[in-house]
């Protein structure tokens, strides 16, 4: 069973940056596409970011292109988000999703199978 546990969210002003971090156990997530998604209040979860089994591949929602950039350690079994301009937009929580034997997926929600438990980020004016 795939587990994984997302750090690093917090409070930060308008411009500021943070670097999200996933920790996967349990599985080989190493053989598998991996994701970011987020979840605002009264808002459906929404796709943030992606990366190809083996990190060749990226993908972004067109609202975080050039802010954020994701990446993966195999050998660690970590994903990360670092977010830099952050804005009061994209206060949410944030979600580390694994998709064990997919390659690549910018799809939503259902794409994934394992999720994390979300860390809240939020950005002020």
């Known amino acids: 069973q795939v587990q994984l546990v997302e750090s690093g969210g917090g409070l930060v002003q308008a411009g500021g940056s943070l670097r999200l971090s996933c920790a996967a156990s349990?599985?080989?997530?190493?053989?598998?596409?991996m994701g970011w998604f987020r979840q605002a209040p009264g808002k459906e979860r929404e796709f943030v970011a992606a990366?190809?089994?083996?990190?060749?591949?990226?993908g972004y929602a067109d609202s975080v292109k050039g802010r954020f950039t994701i990446s993966r350690d195999d050998a660690k079994n970590m994903v990360y988000l670092q977010m830099n301009s952050l804005k009061p937009e994209d206060t949410a929580v944030y979600y580390c999703?694994?998709?064990?034997?997919?390659?690549?997926?910018?799809?939503?929600?259902?794409?994934?199978?394992?999720w994390g438990q979300g860390t809240q980020v939020t950005v002020s004016s």
């Open positions: 990366i190809s089994w083996g990190g060749g591949r990226l």
């Open positions: 999703a694994a998709a064990p034997g997919t390659y690549y997926s910018t799809g939503g929600p259902r794409a994934y199978d394992y």
């Open positions: 349990g599985g080989t997530v190493s053989r598998g596409a």
